[in-house]
T-cell receptor, first 113, second 110 residues
Framework: AQTIHQWPVAEIKAVGSPLSLGCTIKGKSSPNLYWYWQATGGTLQQLFYSITVGQVESVVQLNLSASRPKDDQFILSTEKLLLSHSGFYLC????????????FGPGTRLTVL | QQNVQQSPESLIVPEGARTSLNCTFSDSASQYFWWYRQHSGKAPKALMSIFSNGEKEEGRFTIHLNKASLHFSLHIRDSQPSDSALYLCANNNAGAKLTFGGGTRLTVRP
């Protein structure tokens, strides 16, 4: 069975500080990987997707970056946090076909003060 | 650019009611249509999907797609308190970007 793990569970950070969020998927080889951002009670905004190691496509610019250093790992980061970065960050995976559903991780709750 | 609108934004219904959630989309080339459900503080989870015009039923849930009118809907029969959640419709074509609507927050009162 596939499992998706995100870390940390929650973060409280200061404006201007750096951030690194992680995601690992076990039990599935070469999945598509995605990062989403969700404002409290709001819609999901896709940020990045990756179909292979070392390759990441940006969907929307939010002063964030993403990397895929290993087949099962996806990292979201920024050098300088903004207040607008607060929210719920979700990692997801899917099979390598756009017709398959995306499976979401438990998420990381980020509060920027 | 794909635009997905959901209505209503929130809905309160009594237990046992039939509930209808609506979604309109702008890209007639969209191929894949999804409903996701997200309980409070949890990850979204796919509820149902449909890839061609028509209707699909799974238990108490029915989804309906009409590409000509750019309309997609979810109907819940005999609504239960456990159905209370944020419902998100989404669609995509042969590309990675899954576009979500703004969501409908459903509350089912016992």
């Amino acid at each position: 069975a596939q499992t998706i793990h995100q870390w940390p569970v929650a973060e409280i950070k200061a404006v201007g500080s750096p951030l690194s969020l992680g995601c690992t998927i076990k039990g599935k080889s070469s999945p598509n990987l995605y990062w989403y951002w969700q404002a409290t009670g709001g819609t999901l905004q896709q940020l990045f997707y990756s179909i292979t190691v070392g390759q990441v496509e940006s969907v929307v610019q939010l002063n964030l970056s993403a990397s895929r250093p290993k087949d099962d790992q996806f990292i979201l980061s920024t050098e300088k946090l903004l207040l607008s970065h607060s929210g719920f960050y979700l990692c997801a995976w899917s099979l390598r076909d756009w017709a398959y559903e995306q499976y979401f991780g438990p998420g990381t709750r980020l509060t920027v003060l | 650019q794909q635009n997905v609108q959901q209505s209503p934004e929130s809905l309160i219904v009594p237990e046992g009611a039939r509930t209808s959630l609506n979604c309109t989309f702008s890209d007639s080339a969209s191929q894949y249509f999804w409903w996701y459900r997200q309980h409070s503080g949890k990850a979204p989870k796919a509820l149902m999907s449909i890839f061609s015009n028509g209707e699909k039923e799974e238990g108490r849930f029915t989804i309906h797609l009409n590409k000509a009118s750019l309309h997609f809907s979810l109907h819940i029969r005999d609504s239960q308190p456990s159905d209370s959640a944020l419902y998100l419709c989404a669609n995509n074509n042969a590309g990675a970007k899954l576009t979500f609507g703004g969501g409908t927050r459903l509350t089912v009162r016992p």
